[in-house]
């Protein structure tokens, strides 16, 4: 997905499919990408109680960036070189600025004296949740060990502006998500030139040896 420059939203529950599901149609209209979603077995087929309804998204069209005033969509002729120009100018921009506007990127815990960040994603999200939980740490522990967590909706391409403000003041970052480091790498490109930016953990601990596991299932 990457490669082709395809936008992948990753839901954590039921609930999020349903959601996500209308984001990334409405996405792919505004920026003209295909926008691809993470499906995983252990969430599409378990049973949950949804909330449906005309008015439960709002989708809001970004005003911070202009369109080419050709649009952005498929047309004849249209050449592989003119294609690919609109995608890397235009549909990229668009498509970070889209999932700014909808807030879909969220920060479900912020300590008010901030030092530690837990950055994840999708079904690693609710595994991080149950960890923390076993661990008893909860709203009030986390408060008092200045622990904050940031839940990414889109995993590729990483909104920077959000990320940014979340690392903001931050000591140490450990990212979470499943298989490859694709949020870990972004980070590392969008937070390397702040003047005081945290510690970057997550595939691996600051001395390169393995932390998270790249291989098989992420688990609490």
Same mark, same amino acid.
């Given at each position: ?77 249209? @050449? ?39 950055? @994840? ?100």
């Amino acid at each position: 997905m990457v490669s082709a420059m395809i936008p992948v939203l990753n839901p954590a529950t039921v609930q999020e499919y349903l959601d996500y599901g209308l984001y990334g149609i409405a996405l792919s209209r505004y920026s003209g990408c295909w926008v691809a979603m993470k499906c995983l077995t252990d969430t599409v087929e378990s049973s949950a109680t949804a909330y449906v309804g005309p008015d439960r998204v709002e989708i809001k069209i970004p005003g911070d960036i202009e369109p080419p005033a050709d649009g952005v969509h498929i047309r004849w002729p249209d @050449t592989a070189t003119k294609q690919e120009n609109r995608l890397v100018r235009h549909k990229m921009p668009m498509v970070k600025a889209f999932i700014r506007a909808n807030g879909l990127d969220k920060i479900t815990q912020d300590a008010k004296i901030r030092k530690f960040g837990i950055v @994840t994603t999708g079904k690693a999200w609710l595994d991080v949740e149950q960890a923390l939980g076993d661990l008893g740490i909860h709203e009030k522990e986390a408060e008092e060990i200045g622990l904050s967590v940031y839940k990414v909706a889109c995993s590729w391409p990483l909104e920077p502006q959000g990320i940014r403000a979340f690392a903001e003041g931050l000591d140490e970052i450990l990212v979470v998500e499943e298989k490859r480091s694709l949020i870990e790498e972004q980070m590392a490109r969008l937070l390397y030139d702040m003047e005081k930016r945290p510690v970057l953990v997550g595939k691996e601990d600051e001395a390169g040896e393995m932390l998270l596991p790249s291989d098989g299932e992420l688990t609490p």
